[in-house]
């Protein structure tokens, strides 16, 4: 229990850190939103609208530690203000109108390269040297040595519009809304196919190859040969033995990844024109849209954050060291 | 600490390198081989037409037509103006109104509303609306401060009163889109008010379905030209940059494609050349190259001419500009003035025409000399050498910065692309502390804003003093005075005449080396639907963010069958 809430002293400490740099580094940006507007709307706003706009924006020009407290009280209210690109949509709106495609797309995508390489690495380590060993990782690594986007648009350019087996684009047909339909759902995957198998791609063979290492490892262990002298079956060790025993690193770079599935894929979105909040952090940074992009950073720190705390509390359950000390 | 230090910093260099990345493979990536159209069910006249949103991943559902920026489809679907001018032909067609007269003194002007016109919840437009859209325009957005007051005279005419002169309003007045008061006056927070079910006069306003991808308007039951209203709604699709509406472009998903298309003739047209065509009219605001004329020897016209002299604009416009725009000429109108243009300023152009020996001329009188290494130096000794600011996210005019820069180095002069980030660019800008930079100019339906921007002396802010206008801080007090007799001007023939002189003062004064008219992006596919606006017809331009839109949505008939 000392071991959790110190976790937890540590974490709230680094997410009052978080908040204040995400306070800071916005405002050492160059430029002003407004000034950032005209500049993007090239002659739309004119001259005498600045300072109505100013106005309407409520861009603060008290002192920076006013500022600071105002968005410190504020934040614990759950108001996060409104998105100056997307005026007047509130930035909570923003995010939760987005964040569920974001996840979708990220769980999916997570889940299946998890999996997939995870158990692709236990049966490469279990037959060392055999035809999985030998060829996958080197496979594998290549593809994951690919820039996403890249590979997104070849899978774009090969299944979406060459042979036209899945859709090139957004997340559901347009002119449906979404429903708990088996129709709905169908679509839903259909257009989800090509997004999430290109960062499953990209990201499995990091997964077969961690696994991979440790089980080997784990394989030169005494009571592997222990359980080989036993006679017990060679499944049985490879999956209650060895691999058991190979998963801790698995779950720390787990729980990592969940985390930051939050941030989005963004090129990925961008490539699919998938909805989600990667490309909106995108296009928050280069509208200096203040408020959206501290509503993003916040949500993004606050999901790692929590993430790892999950993992710190399943390693007490998997592994009777950390609880020793 | 540690770990989430490097976890911060690891994720911003993945944001930074996204940011890079998105930038790297923005151009000429897509190349469909996919031959044929696949056009998105069939052709019962009820398909709707389809247009790409390329600077929006998500639609946040916002109807609210005073919000800054607007959202698609607000000001030209849903709400409508009094009267809309067309830049393409520089005709003015009345909408809300039926006929409008200036006052003699040009220091109001009187609208006289369509008496058979009903916003979409079936209630009459009255005179009302417009005083109250105007009230709302004013404290939101701002602009219109040369308004006094605005009377509802009747139900159907409404009275503007202007405490100075100013005859450009009838256009800029005429222009602003109509809210009905019986919604707006009862709103509490009309700025933060998202309009969700919107009421307008507009020809499609019913709101159909609404998804964060995609969204459907459906018509107007109550619309007052009903034998316009011949397609069935409108399907506005979310892209989240220019390649991936490019894509759905090119694969025939959608109908209108307002957006820029890097090598249209070939990634799109050629797809499908007998239903697929472009429009780039050169109507768009005049692109500038800029001098901080509160720098020596910036403040000299004769060098900023001769600059402007050396600068090839068929190369700029060419090599930047794919050849989508023609060369700009010393009365710095851009193409939606056509109907203004005095031709005999034109003629006497000389300091927009490539005349490299003119050029050195005009430096060597201006005492900038060449030195004994072929580069030229200022009176103090020091070399002519300065700054060319651009936004980097704006590829081509780094193109025709990096064009400029060598047209320059011919002459002598040493001009360094500084592609930066926009903000700090604008800043700069307005802060007074560039060299030179490309910039737009003020879109209006009259040159008086354009000219108002380029050379009144009531719009120079001094050095460090924060001007979103006037940004060259040159100033004429001929140009004043011209301006204002022009406000005062109510007579067109007198208002040409005034305009003329204008004209002929930039020319002498050049206070910007305008390079060329931004072209207006535009391209359709006929495929599913016909009655398009293009060069033998411009009723309208192409764009879908104009107030024209609406000429073009009431105009568009389906292909049946």
């Known amino acids: 229990m000392g071991f959790i809430l110190r976790r937890l002293g540590f974490y709230i400490a680094a997410f009052w850190v978080s908040i204040t740099l995400n306070f800071i580094l916005p405002r050492l940006m160059p430029g002003d939103p407004v000034s950032r507007m005209v500049a993007r709307l090239q ?24 500022q600071y407290w105002h968005y410190l009280a504020k934040l614990f209210s759950g108001d996060m203000g409104f998105s100056i690109s997307r005026f007047p949509t509130p930035v909570t709106t923003v995010i939760s109108g987005q964040i569920g495609w974001t996840l979708l797309l990220g769980f999916s995508a997570l889940i299946i ?36 986007f890249w590979l997104a648009m070849g899978l774009l350019w090969l299944f979406g519009i060459t042979l036209g087996w899945f859709p090139l684009r957004h997340a559901f047909e347009a002119g449906t809304s979404p429903q708990l339909s088996l129709a709905f759902i169908g679509d839903v995957a259909y257009h989800l196919v090509l997004p999430a198998t290109s960062i499953v791609l990209v990201s499995i063979g990091g997964w077969l190859l961690g696994m991979r290492n440790t089980m080997i490892a784990t394989n030169a262990e005494d009571y592997i040969v222990m359980a080989e002298a036993k006679g017990l079956r060679s499944n049985r060790i490879m999956l209650r033995y060895a691999a058991r025993n190979a998963m801790l690193p698995a779950v720390t770079a787990f729980g990592m990844s969940l985390g930051f599935i939050v941030g989005g894929a963004l090129l990925t979105e961008v490539v699919f024109a998938y909805p989600g909040v990667g490309y909106q952090l995108l296009q928050a940074v280069q509208a200096l849209d203040y408020p959206l992009m501290q509503g993003l950073f916040l949500t993004i720190t606050a999901a790692v954050l929590l993430a790892n705390f999950a993992v710190d509390i399943v390693y007490v359950r998997l592994d009777p060291r950390v609880r020793a000390n | 600490m540690m770990a989430l230090r490097t976890r911060l910093a690891r994720f911003c260099a993945a944001a930074a390198a996204g940011a890079l990345l998105l930038t790297g493979c923005g151009s000429g990536s ?45 000001q030209q679907a849903i709400f409508e103006s009094m009267l809309i001018f067309n830049p393409a032909d520089g005709s003015t067609t009345p909408w809300l109104a039926t006929d409008w007269e200036v006052a003699p003194d040009s220091k109001g002007v009187t609208y006289n509303l369509r008496d058979d016109v009903k916003w979409s919840d079936g209630k009459p437009l009255i005179a009302d609306d417009v005083v109250v859209s105007f009230k709302l325009q004013r404290e939101i957005r701002g602009g219109f401060d040369y308004i006094d007051t605005v009377t509802a005279v009747d139900p159907h005419t409404v009275k503007f009163d202007f405490n100075k002169p100013f005859s450009p309003a009838l256009l800029d007045i005429g222009q602003q889109v109509i809210a009905p008061a019986h919604v707006w006056s009862t709103v509490e927070d009309p700025t933060a008010f998202a309009n969700e079910d919107p009421v307008g006069t507009g020809p499609y306003t019913t709101v159909t379905n609404f998804q964060s991808q995609s969204f459907d308007l459906g018509r107007n039951p109550n619309y007052w030209q009903p034998d316009k209203q011949k397609i069935e709604g409108i399907r506005m699709r979310a892209f ?79 090599i930047g500009m794919q050849g989508y725009t023609i060369p700009a000429d010393c009365t710095g109108l851009s193409g939606a ?37 072929g580069k030229r130096v200022l009176a103090d000794g020091s070399p002519f050498e300065f700054d060319y600011s651009v936004g980097s996210t704006s590829s081509d005019w780094v193109s025709v910065g990096n064009v400029i820069a060598q047209n320059l180095a011919e002459l002598g002069v040493t001009v360094n692309v500084a592609a930066r980030d926009w903000g700090d660019v604008s800043a700069g800008y307005e802060n007074g502390t560039f060299d030179s930079g490309i910039v737009w100019s003020a879109g209006a ?58 004209q002929a003062l930039f020319s002498e004064d050049a206070p910007v080396a305008p390079l060329f008219p931004g072209p207006e992006w535009g391209a359709a596919n006929t495929q599913r639907f016909t009655g398009w606006p293009n060069e033998d017809n411009p009723y309208a331009t192409l764009s879908v963010r104009a107030r024209t839109t609406v000429l073009v949505l009431t105009a568009l008939a389906p292909v049946a069958g």
């Not at chain 1, 999996?115 to 279990?126: H, K, P, S």
């Not at chain 2, 696949?38 to 609210?64: H, W, Y």
């Not at chain 2, 009259?446 to 802010?461: E, N, R």
């Open chain 2, 240 to 318: 989240a940059g220019n390649d991936g509406a490019n894509l759905a472009a090119a694969n025939g998903d959608v109908d209108w494609a307002p957006q820029f298309i890097p090598n249209i003739e070939k990634s799109f047209v050629d797809k499908d050349p007998e239903h697929r065509f472009y429009w780039f009219p050169p109507t768009g605001s005049m692109i500038n190259w800029q001098f901080n004329t509160a720098k020596a020897p910036f403040d000299d016209a004769n060098v900023r001419k001769a600059l402007s002299m050396a600068v090839d604009r068929e190369q700029v416009t060419k």
């Open chain 2, 445 to 502: 339906p009259t040159p008086y804003q354009f000219y108002s921007g380029m050379m009144s002396a009531q719009t120079v802010k001094p050095v460090g003093e924060q001007t979103f206008d006037n940004y060259h801080r040159f100033g004429d007090k001929r140009a004043d005075a011209l301006l204002e007799e022009f406000t005062a001007a109510s007579d067109e023939s007198e208002q040409k005449q005034i305009m003329n002189k204008l």
């Open chain 1, 43 to 66: 002659g739309e706003i004119r001259p005498e609208q600045v300072d109505a706009l100013r106005r309407s924006f409520g861009l603060d020009d008290s002192p920076v530690l006013v």
């Open chain 2, 30 to 74: 897509q190349d469909p081989t996919a031959g044929s159209t696949n056009v998105a069910g069939s052709l019962d006249g009820k398909q709707l037409l389809t247009i790409p949103r390329e600077d929006m991943g998500t639609f946040e559902r916002n109807f609210n037509p005073f919000s800054n920026p607007d959202f698609p489809m607000t």
């Open chain 1, 113 to 148: 390269a998890v999996i997939i390489g995870n158990t692709l690495g236990i049966l490469a380590a279990w037959r060392r040297g055999g035809f999985l060993d030998s060829v996958l990782p080197p496979i594998l690594v290549f593809l994951g040595s690919f820039p996403y």
């Open chain 2, 337 to 373: 003035y056509d109907s203004w243009r005095d031709q005999s300023v034109v003629d006497a152009c000389t300091w927009t025409k490539r005349d490299m020996e003119a050029a050195g001329k005009l430096l060597d009188g201006a005492g900038i000399k060449l030195g004994a290494d």
